[in-house]
């Protein structure tokens, strides 16, 4: 659990603690007085804890939701990493055994190789047809101009990414 979510969830529980001690207290202090009195410091006792109880528990909710933002975003980041280190370590794999590696859909795998080419962070090319995914020196793909799978033309079809029209492998230029 991230500290913003902790201090969050403290947040929203002292405020909670608040509001309830203060109306608790008011409750067990309506002494003899007139009832009117009584009924008039209650309510006055409440909208002063509101005051104080609901600021707290608005930013403690805050925290919370952004805390949440926060670790989703770490999630996603550390998929990003696994992948990566994946297919640079071995050079090429096979997507189905990566997607079953890392519990994942091949969309999903898609997604995050398409994200690393986009970060500049991740060079190579995949046979989809195929299902393999290599790993390559940057350097080697720019002047690459024949399709390794098919001997075909490629071309440019994206952002750091080229493709060949002949099998569809796509190329991933950093």
Same mark, same amino acid.
């Given at each position: 659990?991230?500290?913003?979510?902790?201090?969050?969830?403290?947040?929203?529980? /002292?405020?909670?603690?608040? *509001?309830? /001690?203060?109306?608790?207290?008011?409750?067990?202090?309506?002494?003899? #007085?007139?009832?009117?009195? $009584?009924?008039?410091? *209650?309510? +006055? !006792?409440?909208? +002063?804890?509101?005051?104080?109880?609901?600021?707290?528990?608005?930013?403690?909710? &805050?925290?919370?939701?952004?805390?949440?933002?926060?670790?989703?975003? @770490?999630? @996603?980041? @550390? &998929?990003? $990493?696994?992948?990566?280190?994946? =297919?640079?370590?071995?050079?090429?794999?096979?997507?189905?055994?990566?997607?079953? #590696?890392?519990?994942?859909?091949?969309?999903?795998? $898609? @997604?995050?190789?398409?994200? +690393? =080419?986009?970060?500049? =962070? *991740?060079?190579?090319?995949?046979?989809?047809?195929?299902?393999?995914?290599?790993?390559?020196?940057?350097?080697?793909?720019? #002047? !690459?101009?024949?399709?390794?799978?098919?001997?075909?033309?490629?071309?440019?079809?994206?952002?750091? =990414?080229?493709?060949?029209?002949?099998?569809?492998? #796509?190329? *991933? +230029?950093?």
């Amino acid at each position: 659990m991230s500290g913003s979510r902790l201090t969050g969830i403290l947040l929203i529980a /002292g405020a909670v603690v608040v *509001f309830a /001690g203060a109306m608790g207290w008011g409750a067990s202090n309506m002494g003899n #007085e007139s009832q009117n009195l $009584r009924t008039s410091g *209650f309510i +006055l !006792l409440a909208i +002063l804890a509101a005051l104080i109880a609901l600021p707290m528990a608005g930013v403690g909710i &805050f925290l919370l939701r952004q805390g949440a933002q926060q670790e989703q975003e @770490e999630s @996603e980041s @550390e &998929f990003q $990493r696994r992948v990566l280190d994946i =297919v640079q370590s071995r050079g090429q794999v096979n997507i189905s055994d990566l997607a079953i #590696e890392l519990q994942a859909d091949r969309d999903t795998l $898609r @997604e995050t190789i398409h994200r +690393l =080419v986009g970060l500049g =962070v *991740f060079s190579g090319y995949i046979n989809w047809d195929k299902g393999i995914l290599y790993s390559a020196d940057a350097a080697g793909l720019r #002047e !690459l101009k024949q399709c390794k799978n098919c001997g075909g033309d490629i071309r440019l079809s994206g952002k750091g =990414v080229a493709t060949c029209p002949w099998c569809g492998t #796509e190329y *991933f +230029l950093t």
